[in-house]
């Protein structure tokens, strides 16, 4: 197979770095959480330094319909059983390779779950279907293109190096992020046949209890790993973090990077948002009012002085909402609202409809995600409540930042890593960006909102606070450049 890589850097491109990104997600056109966000931003930062990125992403429904004008570029006769073609397309600055194989991704639903909120059976299939293309086009399939480096994004796409690692070409450098441990693409040993690798690959790579692990497959098989804060890199070297996969995690420390993420800074910008009811900076704080009264009504809350609490979040037992539902009744017996925006289990959302019955234009809930209400939320609250018992990065953290809504999070993780506590020292430094405090604890919760009600009571304190975070670098700038000196790094050794 001609390198074509090779070929451009003899024709005078070498200043240019090819890469491919595998992934299920990629913002704008399709999003379960924080993972798109990162595979949409991360290609537009490092394309001003000289990498270009191909980003393959599975042709889902809503996916399709958004692209305009999409080239084919190349066919899969059999990609594990199935046909599937290549195309090619650009959107909102984006050169996307989408995978267009209809029998496994052209149905209702989300990318992972059905209509009815339940795990598509085939998941195996779907997921290992995209590695298994991805390894195909760093190995050449894409007539004219090759990567130099592969990157490759969460379980879904983490069969990518495994099926690099095991084939007869010769192998590009290939990074793995870990965006969230917990999910690990875990199936029983009764698939391995059906993935097309050879025998050894199961206790080499795969064998995670008797089963297999998509991720553990690609902690063992790509040459670099990383994670999406520098806290949450030591964190799952526990076992309390590392949901099973220390060990493996801990033989490839020295392979190990922790790179928090960075936000959009052209998206979230509260200068500019079209989702809002006015633009303001951090000079002009005062017109934030506007957003607040809008949140007010979208909501349906009283109209007092007391501060507006808001969450964005995946309602689930790791980001702490069952805390959330015992501290509602102390938020607002503290004098402060809450406005929540989520779906996940059912039993923490009946929780927090509760709350909201019981306190009528205090507490309100929309179930659902809604992306520009999620802009309002962050340009018309006061806080941000992130009670998270653990949290790789985190992004909302920092969009809430970037909106002067002052978050208050738990002590991990990322979190830990971008918010600075307002304790006595930093407020007195001006340093102070948010409020920390232990996170797994209700008790600490509740502490957390009774300081934060205390501090809005201080106007010159809390104005302090929202400038401070306002001035904060969140955009992907220096972590765009710790992500080219480890992809250069990694090329440099594949040479």
């Given at each position: ?432 960006t948010g409020i920390q405090f232990e996170s797994g604890s209700a008790e600490a919760l509740r502490s957390a909102i009774r300081r934060t009600v205390r501090l809005y009571g201080a106007a010159k304190v809390w104005s302090q606070l ?30």
């Amino acid at each position: 197979m001609p390198d074509h890589a090779a070929d451009d850097r003899q024709a005078g491109h070498d200043s240019l770095m090819q890469v491919l990104s595998v992934t299920s997600e990629l913002y704008p056109l399709i999003k379960t959480g924080g993972l798109a966000d990162v595979a949409g931003a991360l290609p537009l930062a490092l394309r001003g330094h000289g990498i270009e990125t191909k980003t393959l992403v599975p042709g889902y429904p809503a996916l399709m319909k958004a692209i305009r004008n999409p080239v084919k570029r190349a066919e899969f006769a059999d990609l594990l059983g199935e046909q599937a073609v290549l195309l090619e397309a650009n959107h909102d600055g984006l050169d996307i390779l989408i995978l267009d194989a209809p029998t496994l991704f052209d149905r209702p639903g989300g990318p992972y779950v059905d209509p009815n909120s339940r795990d598509y059976p085939d998941n195996w299939k779907r997921f290992a279907v995209l590695s298994k293309a991805g390894a195909e086009i760093s190995a050449g399939a894409l007539p004219g293109w090759q990567p130099d480096l592969v990157h490759a994004h969460d379980w879904q796409a983490a069969l990518t190096p495994v099926f690099m690692r095991y084939s007869e070409m010769p192998e590009r450098p290939s990074l793995l992020t870990i965006h969230n441990i917990a999910f690990q693409g875990q199936f029983g040993a009764e698939i391995f046949p059906y993935l097309g690798l050879p025998v050894h690959a199961f206790a080499e790579a795969l064998e995670y209890y008797g089963g297999i692990s998509y991720l553990k497959g690609g902690l063992v098989t790509s040459h670099a790993i990383s994670t999406v804060s520098p806290s949450y890199a030591e964190e799952i070297l526990t076992p309390t973090f590392g949901m099973g996969l220390e060990g493996v995690i801990a033989s490839r420390a020295d392979d190990l990077y922790g790179i928090v993420n960075g936000i959009d800074a052209t998206v979230w910008n509260p200068s500019t948002d079209p989702h809002l009811a006015a633009h303001y900076t951090a000079a002009s704080l005062k017109k934030r009012q506007a957003n607040r009264s809008a949140l007010e009504a979208r909501f349906a809350l009283d109209s007092d002085g007391g501060p507006i609490f808001c969450v964005i979040s995946r309602l689930t037992w790791q980001k702490g909402m069952d805390l959330l539902a015992e501290v509602a009744d102390t938020l607002v017996a503290a004098g402060g609202k809450l406005v929540i925006l989520g779906s996940g289990d059912h039993g923490l959302e009946s929780g927090l409809l509760s709350a909201a019955a019981r306190h009528k234009g205090r507490v309100a809930m929309v179930v659902g995600y809604n992306e520009p209400l999620s802009h309002l939320m962050q340009a018309g609250s006061d806080a941000i409540l992130i009670p998270s018992r653990f949290e790789p990065c985190g992004l909302t953290q920092l969009y809430a930042l970037r909106y002067g809504c002052v978050p208050v999070v738990a002590r991990t993780g990322g979190l830990a890593d971008t918010i600075i506590d307002a304790n006595e020292a930093a407020l007195a430094a001006k340093a102070a960006t948010g409020i920390q405090f232990e996170s797994g604890s209700a008790e600490a919760l509740r502490s957390a909102i009774r300081r934060t009600v205390r501090l809005y009571g201080a106007a010159k304190v809390w104005s302090q606070l929202q400038k401070q975070g306002m001035k904060c670098d969140v955009s992907w700038g220096r972590s765009a450049e710790r992500y080219i000196d480890l992809y250069q790094r990694l090329v440099s050794k594949g040479q």
